[in-house]
């Protein structure tokens, strides 16, 4: 049984450049929440979608933007890049409202 | 502002020693508490859990106390193993109407030597 796939693996881009990350949730959740972890610290959450509606949105501006196709996959945007948002992005699924299963994560380097 | 505290950035055990892991929150509304592990280069895996209405959660090797009058939280892993070396996340979870929303603290590195 698959679990959370993202993609890329890896992302490269410049400063005021626009990326757009990919994830899949396991199979039959419904939630997706995604995370941008810096280094030496804890995942700092960004978004939680469920049932395509967006749940919950952390402290981040809005330059980040997210959405949940049909299929329960989700996509996180990120506008007009600074350096600052170099970090591991993590996406999450879950069915219930305690436990979520996350994927391995999308490294991006902003130069 | 910090929610989920761990303030401990490592901790070193000896193989089949416990260890301890500790994390403190200022929250009264969170509704469940986990712990997560993380190896270099993959995404966090649960651990365990517990709800706010419990005091005690056992899985295994691994037990999670929470003491909601000193808002603190621990993760007690028995007997310690090699394989245990990693980073463990501690997080809390609020939970809303149609949602939620869950905040991570800094993680702690745990070695186990063996």
């Known amino acids: 049984d698959a679990g959370v796939t993202q993609s890329p693996t890896h992302l490269i881009k410049t400063r005021g450049q626009q990326v757009t990350l990919r994830c899949s949730p396991i199979?039959?959740?419904?939630?997706v929440s995604w995370y941008q972890q810096v280094l030496g610290q804890g995942p700092q959450f960004i978004f939680q979608?469920?049932?395509?509606?967006?749940?919950g949105r952390g402290n981040f501006p809005d330059r980040f933007s997210a959405r949940q196709f049909p299929n329960y996959s989700s996509e996180l945007n990120v506008n007009a890049l600074l350096l600052g948002d170099s970090a591991l992005y993590l996406c999450?699924?879950?069915?219930?409202?305690?436990?979520?299963?996350f994927g391995p994560g999308t490294r991006l380097t902003v130069l | 502002d910090q929610q989920v505290k761990q303030n401990s950035p490592s901790l070193s055990v000896q193989e089949g020693r416990i260890s301890i892991l500790n994390c403190d929150y200022t929250?009264?509304?969170?509704?469940?508490f986990l712990w997560y592990k993380k190896y270099p280069a993959e995404g966090p895996t649960f651990l365990i859990s517990?709800?706010?209405?419990?005091d005690k959660n056992e899985d295994g090797r691994f037990t999670v106390f929470l003491n909601k009058s000193a808002k603190h939280l621990s993760l007690h892993i028995v007997p310690s193993q090699p394989g245990d070396s990693a980073v463990y996340f501690c997080?809390?979870?609020?939970?809303?109407?149609?949602?939620?929303?869950?905040?991570f603290g800094a993680g702690t590195r745990l070695f186990v030597k063996a």
């Open positions: 999450a699924s879950s069915d219930g409202l305690d436990t979520q299963y």
């Open positions: 199979s039959g959740h419904k939630s």
């Open positions: 979608y469920y049932e395509k509606e967006e749940r």
């Open positions: 929250n009264s509304m969170f509704d469940y």
């Open positions: 517990i709800s706010s209405i419990k």
């Open positions: 997080a809390a979870s609020a939970v809303y109407t149609g949602g939620f929303k869950t905040i």
